[in-house]
């Protein structure tokens, strides 16, 4: 599965690269290099980001998942308890 950016989100992480280098970098990079640059990311460093994104998300949801039981938990067989009364010690 390949990550791609929506057209909008590209040219702004295209213009932050350029950024980056002009305020980094001895020699500023163009467009094309930028977009060639971003690229290379997306295909090579991206998907490592997305595992661990999707692994930390999973994990989220089994944690979420286990607290159902206590969160949602029902005693059953409760009915004949709102009828009983408090004894008395003697």
Do not use: C
């Not at 992480?13 to 467009?31: C, D, K, L, T, V």
């Not at 997305?50 to 930390?56: E, G, L, M, S, V």
């Not at 989220?60 to 408090?86: G, N």
């Amino acid at each position: 599965m390949s990550i791609e950016l929506p057209d909008e989100e590209r040219t702004l992480a295209i213009a932050s690269i350029q950024r980056y280098f002009e305020a980094n970098m001895e020699e500023p990079i163009g467009n094309i290099a930028a977009g060639g640059l971003l690229g290379f990311f997306l295909e090579e460093i991206a998907p490592a980001i997305y595992n661990r994104a999707i692994a930390d998300a999973q994990e989220r949801m089994q944690a979420r998942i286990v607290e159902l039981d206590i969160d949602l938990h029902e005693q059953p067989f409760q009915y004949w308890r709102k009828y009983e009364t408090p004894r008395r010690r003697k």
